[in-house]
């Protein structure tokens, strides 16, 4: 009889209700690390001088790998600009394109700290005031870093657009053509293939330790 008691006392009592869990701290924000990277400056932007530039051919053309619409080419300039460190700065993300004339440049080397770029520029041709084609040349037509964007997603109208601007932007005056006055010309190379054309690249950097 005194357990039966029990038990029906236990049964009428409530269930305990549960003690409300402690709020957690508010989660802190990851930290964004430092990063060691030069600024991207605003573009257009102009590179300092025109350091070297070399016509070339190759025997196998390849593609060019630098805008969208790239095709194989044969011919071209190797070219070494002297440019601000945040231009020049190689990036894992979208980074200056680097247009010449109205072809864009296939970056080879760079070297924020001596502001060297090396690069490869296929043959384009340029149109004359009066109607005439003429074959473009890196040292005499308007190079410029254009804004920010990823090789693949360049095409001829968003080089259009660019030049557009750029070209606004030298007529304004907030946009100054690179120095050309010292610039080094040298004899036409044949190159066999893409990787000869690239060794000799790396010979025409001014300094070795770059390499």
């Given at each position: 009889?005194?357990?039966?008691?029990?038990?029906?006392?236990?049964?009428?009592?409530?269930?305990?209700?549960?003690a409300p869990a402690p709020e957690r701290p508010a989660a802190t924000p990851p930290t964004q690390a430092p990063s060691d990277l030069a600024a991207i400056p605003a573009t257009p932007a102009a590179p300092i001088a025109i350091v070297a530039v070399q016509p070339f051919t190759i025997a196998?053309?390849?593609?060019?790998?630098?805008?969208?619409?790239?095709?194989?080419?044969?011919?071209?300039?190797l070219i070494v600009l002297r440019a601000e460190a945040g231009l020049v700065q190689p990036r894992q993300i979208a980074e200056p394109v680097l247009c010449v004339g109205s072809q864009t440049a296939e970056r080879l080397w760079s070297d924020p700290a001596k502001g060297l770029i090396v690069a490869i520029v296929p043959a384009w041709t340029e149109r004359t005031a009066d109607g005439t084609e003429r074959s473009g040349d890196p040292a005499a037509d308007l190079v410029y870093f254009a804004t920010p964007e990823l090789p693949e997603r360049v095409d001829a109208a968003w080089i259009a657009a660019e030049r557009a601007r750029a070209e606004a932007a030298l007529a304004g005056g907030t946009l100054r053509k690179a120095a050309s006055r010292k610039v080094v010309r040298h004899a036409r190379l044949d190159a066999a293939s893409?990787?000869?054309?690239?060794?000799?690249?790396?010979?025409?950097?001014?300094?070795p330790s770059i390499r």
């Open positions: 009889m005194t357990t039966l008691l029990a038990a029906l006392a236990l049964a009428t009592v409530p269930p305990s209700i549960p196998q053309p390849y593609t060019h790998r630098f805008r969208k619409d790239g095709s194989e080419f044969a011919t071209g300039h893409q990787d000869a054309l690239i060794t000799r690249a790396a010979e025409l950097l001014p300094d």
